[in-house]
């Protein structure tokens, strides 16, 4: 039967009360699993990315699937009268090195004090914080009638190229019995007010080639101003607009809800501009920075091949050049326009243009009054006193279309870090948490609510 109101409060109280006492040992478990380098990005580090994985399979004392070379399935608890949630998350991280703005050693978890404790380290709040608080969570608080499993992936930070093959090779067998899915990615938008997620723009890496002749020209200065030079033109202007024709055109009108909807959201751009390091946003309102971080594309450049990069000066005009570029684009783009040569072919130029998009992901976009948003949304009141944020994420997020997609589940995107956390960045941190133990009781209140409903219909 379901749990009274009484003995439910009565568990989150014991629950809350176990975290504040055992705080030392989640920590002494986080301190162990930041000191691996688990770098997937840089192959030589491959070794330190699969002892990662060992120690997360160590930790688990429930029924683990076999280890697959990047990802460990596992599971605990198959009552198919209780619920089940697969939670998603990654134990891989991006390089750092101190030498490149670090204030400590990115592979030290270091406790600092600033108004609250704050814990430094390469992982700590992407991801390995968070697959630990989850782990620990269910492992301390098995009394809580829900079935578990989990996806722990070593290579996300490198595309997560065989998840999807996974995703499709399990769907009708691992996780034909998941109800929902729960994905522990991304910041809060704030330092101090917690969100929800429920959408991302998608990536699109575009590689432009341009080729002027079949060598490099020694002397610019020599054929400087009687060629085609292949560098390229700009591809934003000064407002950050991006200069490829058509671009925008599927991009939707927004709509006054949907303005309103900005409005509402708790932003404090000083705040903001201070975890981003810069000294001027190109909007000088909230609205127009949150439009144009979730609703409007954008477009980045990331390097340029081919041109001098080494110390120094050399006065050559190269054959060719690539750029490197990569486009975030949102809900019903069109990015074929990216492929065709309007502009280029209006300047008359012998160069050959090639335009290529080697990777890619699409956006995503969940139903934000979905029941399990609901349940994220009161146990985010509970244990912070306050209603969340409903935002998107200007960067991507794959694996949520990803299972999206694969299971036809709902998923859930549910941060426990705030916006200085400096996910990806120099600095990274995590402040803990109980948000994930007071989900799993909502989520099982939710179950038995929906099953109480459907027996009344049926009975009715």
Known sequence: AVMSSSSSSALEMEIFQYVDAHQSDFIK????WVAVESNSVQPHLRKEVMQMMALAADLQHWEPL?????????????????PTVCFYSHVDVQPAKKEVGWNTDPYTLTEIYFLIRNLYGCGATDNKGPVLAWINTVETFRAVPVNFKFVIESMEEAGSLELEKLLDEENQGFFSDVDHIVISENLWLSNKKPDLTYGSRGNALVLVQVGCGSKDLIHSGTF???????????????????????????VAALTEEERKLYESIEFDLEEHRNNCGVKKFLYGTKEEILLHLWYYPSL??????????EPGIKTVIPAKVIGKFSIHHVPHMDLLVVKEQGVFSKRNS????????????????????????????????LVFGED??????????PVARMFQT???RSVTILPIGAADDGEHSQNEKIRGTKLFAAFFLEIEKLHWNLDETSHTETIS
Not at 29 to 32: A, P, R, V, Y
Not at 66 to 82: R, S, V
Not at 300 to 309: D, L, Q, T, Y
């Open 66 to 82: 076999p280890l697959i070379a990047f990802c460990d399935l596992g599971e605990w608890g198959k009552d198919p009268q209780n």
């Open 224 to 250: 400087g101003s009687i060629i085609h030079e292949p560098l390229l033109d700009s591809l934003v202007d000064s407002t950050d607009y991006i200069q490829i024709p058509g671009i925008y055109d599927s």
């Open 388 to 397: 969340p944020d409903f935002i998107c994420d200007g960067s991507t997020i």
């Open 29 to 32: 478990g986080l301190k162990e």
């Open 350 to 381: 012998p160069n050959k243009l090639k335009v290529s998009m080697p990777l890619g992901a699409k956006p995503w976009l969940a139903d934000a009054n979905d029941l399990l948003y609901k349940a994220a949304r009161r146990a985010i009141k």
């Open 300 to 309: 980045s450049v990331h390097r340029i091949e081919g041109a001098f990069h």
């Open 406 to 408: 694969v299971t036809q």
